[in-house]
C-alpha cells in the first residue's frame, strides 16, 4: 500500500478516534465475510441463504457463481453503506454522503447489467435472443426522446382517457389558462374551488380519471370548480418571475373566478409549490382581492424551508453555483432535470427497475396514469427557479415578515388571516410533514392541521373516498410541536377529503344556486374546451 493510504489512515484516527475504530470494525466484518462467502462457494453442496433483497429473488440467482455474485455485492453494499453512515460529518454533509454512497451501490448492483443478470441471460437463451433485440430496440426508442420509458405512453391521450373532466378555458394570459369546469348537480355551492397546482408539472393530477379525479368527485358534491392550468414556458419565457407567477397568474385567477361565479368567498386550494406560491400570493395580496377571499388549503406546502426533506440533498450554494450556468445557457430550468431529480430519490424503483425490465428483459413497460402524468414534464423559467431555491430554499426567507418583495410589497405571511387548512402525507419524501406543521404558526387565521397516510401524490390528489385504504389524523393538541400533535391526534379510516369539503362549510358557509348552463360570463367566453392548450404543450 501507499504512504498517501497510511497518512489518510492517520489523519482519521487523529481527527476523530471513534470513527476510526468504527471505520475499521466495518472493514474486517467486510474482510471476514468476503473470506466466508468466497469459501462457500468452493463447496457445491454448501447451503445457500436466500436473499431478502427483491432483485435477487429469482431461483437462478441460487445457481452456478450468482450465489457468490450477489453475496458479495450485498456484503459490499453493507459495509460502504455503514461507513459512510458513521462518517461523523455535519448533518447537511453527513446526508448527502449516506445519500450518494447508497446511489452508487444501487448502481453497482448485478442486477443491472446483462452479463451479470442470470434471469436476464436465461431470457435471452429461451426467446432465442428476441428478449435481447426487443430490449436494444427499448433502448433506441427512449435514447431518441432523452428519457427511460416508465408505462405506456400511447395509452393515454390528455383531453380523451386523462385529464378528461369537461369545462370551458374562460381566460387565458402568457402565464395561465383558466379552466371553470361543467356542474355535474343541478345545484351548485356558490362560492367557488379555486385549485393553483404546481407549475413544475402538469394539473391534470386533480383530474387523471373517474376514479381517481379530485375534480369530478368536487362537482358530485356540488362544487363550482375552477383550475388554474400553468404554461409550459419556452427559452423566450426564461425571464419569467414570481411577480408575474403571483400577479398574471394566481391574482388574476381569483379575479376572474370570482367575477364569473358572483362569489366574493373563493376557497382556494394549493399544492407543493403551488402551494407555496399560493402562500406567497395571499402574504401580498392586494385589499381588493382580499376581500374576494374565503378560506385557503394548503397540501404538502412550506413556508419554513429549515427541513426540505430528502431532496435537500440536491441543493446548497455549490450544486446551486454549477446549475446555474445550465440556467444561464438554457434559459429555463428543464422539468426533465427535475424529474431526474425526483427519481434519484428511489433510484431502483424510479430507474433501474426500468431499465432491467425495459432493457435487459426486452419488455415494455404497462399502462400507469399516475408515471404517465409523472412523466410529461414542465419547464420552470429560470430567473423563477432561482428566486425559488435561493431565496426560500437556500435562505429561507418566505417564514421572515419583509425579507422577500413580491408584486411591490413586502411578503408577510402573518397577513393571511383567512381560516387556514394544512395538510401533509405521513410518508412524504419531498415536503417533510412535520415540516408543514411548522406552517400553521406562520399565518393570523384560524388554522386546521390534518395528517394523511401515503406520499407526496397518493396521500393528497390521489385519494378518493370510493376506493381508498387512506388514514389521517385530525383535531390533535396544535400547543404541541408534531410528534405530540400526532400523539393527542384522532385517527380516522378513509379519505381527508370530506372532511376538508365539511371544513370548507363550517367556515365559508354558502347558498346553494341553481347550476348556470353556460361558462364564462360576458366578459369571459369561453375560449376552448378543456383541458386546453397549455397543459398540451410540448417544449
Known amino acids: 500500500m501507499s504512504k498517501d493510504y497510511f497518512k489518510a489512515l492517520e489523519a482519521l484516527y487523529q481527527q476523530n478516534g471513534e470513527t476510526f475504530a468504527n471505520w475499521s470494525k466495518s472493514w474486517l466484518k467486510y474482510q ?7 469459501s462457500n462457494s468452493l463447496q457445491p453442496d454448501q447451503d445457500i441463504e436466500a436473499s431478502r433483497d427483491h432483485r435477487f429473488k429469482g431461483d437462478a440467482w441460487n445457481e452456478g457463481i450468482y450465489p457468490f455474485l450477489r453475496q458479495s455485492y450485498e456484503l459490499t453494499t453493507k459495509a460502504m453503506v455503514e461507513m459512510a453512515d458513521g462518517a461523523g460529518l455535519p448533518e447537511e454533509m453527513q446526508e448527502k454522503l449516506s445519500f450518494y454512497t447508497r446511489v452508487a451501490t444501487d448502481n453497482m448492483a448485478p442486477s443491472n447489467f446483462l452479463m451479470s443478470n442470470p434471469e436476464a441471460l436465461q431470457l435471452a437463451q429461451e426467446s432465442g435472443g428476441q428478449s435481447l433485440k426487443d430490449g436494444f430496440q427499448n433502448l433506441m426508442d427512449d435514447l431518441q426522446k432523452g428519457y ?29 389558462e383558466l379552466i371553470q369546469y361543467d356542474p355535474t348537480t343541478p345545484q351548485i355551492r356558490k362560492n367557488p374551488v379555486l385549485i393553483v397546482p404546481p407549475c413544475v408539472n402538469k394539473f391534470y393530477i386533480f383530474d387523471l380519471n373517474e376514479k381517481k379525479s379530485m375534480v369530478r368527485y368536487l362537482l358530485e ?3 363550482s370548480v375552477f383550475m388554474i392550468s400553468w404554461r409550459n414556458p419556452s427559452k423566450e419565457m426564461g425571464d419569467r418571475s414570481w411577480d408575474d407567477y403571483v400577479g398574471d397568474g394566481i391574482f388574476e385567477a381569483l ?9 366574493d368567498n373563493v376557497d382556494m386550494l394549493g399544492w407543493c409549490n403551488g402551494g407555496t406560491m399560493l402562500i406567497a400570493a395571499l402574504a401580498v395580496l392586494p385589499e381588493d ?7 385557503a388549503t394548503f397540501l404538502s406546502s412550506l413556508i419554513d424551508f429549515s427541513d426540505p426533506g430528502q431532496i435537500g440533498v440536491f441543493i446548497d450554494e455549490a450544486q446551486n453555483e454549477v446549475y446555474k450556468q445550465r440556467l444561464s445557457n438554457e434559459k429555463i430550468a428543464p422539468g426533465r432535470d427535475i424529474a431526474n431529480a425526483m427519481a434519484m430519490l428511489h433510484v431502483n424503483e424510479s430507474i433501474w427497475g426500468f431499465v432491467v425490465s425495459n432493457y435487459l428483459m426486452g419488455k415494455s413497460p404497462a399502462p400507469f396514469d399516475v408515471l404517465y402524468w409523472n412523466a410529461d414534464t414542465s419547464n420552470l423559467p429560470g430567473n423563477w427557479y432561482r428566486f425559488f431555491i435561493e431565496e426560500m430554499y437556500l435562505k429561507n426567507k418566505l417564514r421572515e415578515p419583509g425579507a422577500l418583495t413580491l408584486c411591490g410589497r413586502p411578503v408577510d405571511t402573518r397577513n393571511i388571516d383567512v381560516p387556514c387548512y394544512f395538510l401533509a402525507a405521513d410518508g412524504d419524501h419531498i415536503v417533510p410533514w412535520t415540516a408543514s406543521y411548522t406552517a400553521t404558526d406562520l399565518v393570523s387565521g384560524p388554522t386546521e392541521f390534518i395528517l394523511t397516510t401515503g406520499g407526496h401524490v397518493s396521500g393528497t390528489v390521489i385519494n378518493h373516498p370510493a376506493k381508498t385504504r387512506r388514514k389521517f389524523w385530525a383535531d390533535g393538541d396544535t400547543a404541541e410541536e408534531a410528534a405530540g400533535w400526532q400523539e393527542s391526534a384522532s385517527l380516522t379510516d378513509g379519505s381527508w377529503w370530506p372532511h376538508w369539503l365539511n371544513w370548507i362549510e363550517d367556515h365559508n358557509p354558502s347558498t346553494k344556486v341553481k347550476a348556470p348552463v353556460k361558462r364564462g360570463n360576458k366578459n369571459h367566453k369561453p375560449i376552448a374546451p378543456a383541458p386546453g392548450t397549455y397543459v398540451l404543450e410540448k417544449v
Do not use: H, P, Y
Open 255 to 263: 379575479r376572474v373566478s370570482s367575477e364569473i361565479s358572483k362569489s
Open 148 to 176: 427511460i420509458s416508465t408505462t405506456d405512453e400511447t395509452a393515454f391521450e390528455v383531453g380523451k382517457n386523462i385529464g378528461s373532466t369537461s369545462g370551458s378555458v374562460i381566460f387565458r394570459n402568457d402565464i395561465i
Open 32 to 38: 471476514s465475510d468476503m473470506a466466508e462467502s468466497w
Open 221 to 223: 358534491q356540488g362544487q
Open 289 to 295: 382581492l382580499k376581500a374576494k377571499l374565503g378560506t
